[in-house]
């Protein structure tokens, strides 16, 4: 169980142009989900918390214009990257809160893998 | 939120070898997790730890939660090739749900 797919698994575009990325929760419900955004040997860093139904939580230093957010259902969250340029090539990683029993974990999907020309 | 400090940086070990690693907070978190990141994928879930003292093992895996809630530690025993990869530690302070993470560790296994 607790498995978080991502959507799609890698892409490029041109500079300029935006991209959506889908993220699902497949089996369990999440009213959060987390966009995070992971450089080369680096660590995850949270870009914006996503709740169901209501608008996304931003980092400090994350332009909510450029990374725009939506949390449409329980089970899907959406970021798409807004006239997307090369300094935006990254790899994006969102996660799901799960809850049960009182307890809360975080699973992560797979990535995707973003290269802007 | 803060940057926990987590360590080994780095390890280089023969495969059957025990490995250890640990991860410090300066705050009190009501949850710690490890994870486990392989090239080019997102973290995957080894461990999940929610009391304070919590010792849980998952296969060759252990971890616990530290008795001040401010670190926690993973081990690894007998590894083996497929051990290889990053490990992040992650806590959760008290106020939401975000995930406050290590920096990794970075395990290499010789066979």
């Known amino acids: 169980g607790a498995v978080v797919s991502q959507h799609p698994s890698r892409v490029i575009c041109k500079s300029g142009t935006s991209v959506k990325i889908e993220c699902r929760s497949l089996?369990?419900?999440?009213?959060?989900m987390f966009w995070y955004r992971q450089f080369p040997k680096q660590s995850l860093m949270l870009m914006a918390t996503?709740?169901?139904?209501?608008?996304?939580?931003?980092e400090q230093g994350v332009e909510k214009d450029k990374f725009l957010i939506n949390h449409a259902s329980l089970t899907l969250s959406t970021l798409t990257v807004t006239s997307a340029h090369p300094e935006d090539s990254s790899f994006y990683i969102c996660s799901a809160s799960s809850l049960s029993g009182g307890q809360e974990t975080q699973y992560f999907g797979p990535g995707t893998r973003l290269l802007v020309l | 939120g803060q940057q926990l400090n987590q360590s080994p940086q780095s390890m280089f070990i023969q495969e059957g070898e025990d490995v250890s690693m640990n991860c410090t907070s300066s705050?009190?978190?009501?949850?710690w997790l490890w994870y486990k990141q392989d090239p080019g994928e997102g973290p995957v879930l080894l461990i999940a730890?929610?009391?304070?003292?919590e010792l849980t093992s998952n296969g060759r895996l252990t971890a616990q939660f530290g008795i001040t809630r401010k670190d926690s530690f993973l081990n690894i025993s007998a590894s083996i090739p497929s051990d290889v990869g990053i490990y992040f530690c992650?806590?959760?302070?008290?106020?939401?749900?975000?995930?406050?993470f290590g920096k990794g560790t970075s395990l290499l296994v010789t066979p």
């Open positions: 705050s009190i978190f009501n949850t």
């Open positions: 730890l929610y009391k304070a003292g």
């Open positions: 996503s709740n169901e139904g209501s608008k996304a939580t931003y």
């Open positions: 089996d369990f419900q999440a009213t959060t």
């Open positions: 992650a806590g959760r302070p008290n106020s939401g749900y975000a995930l406050n």
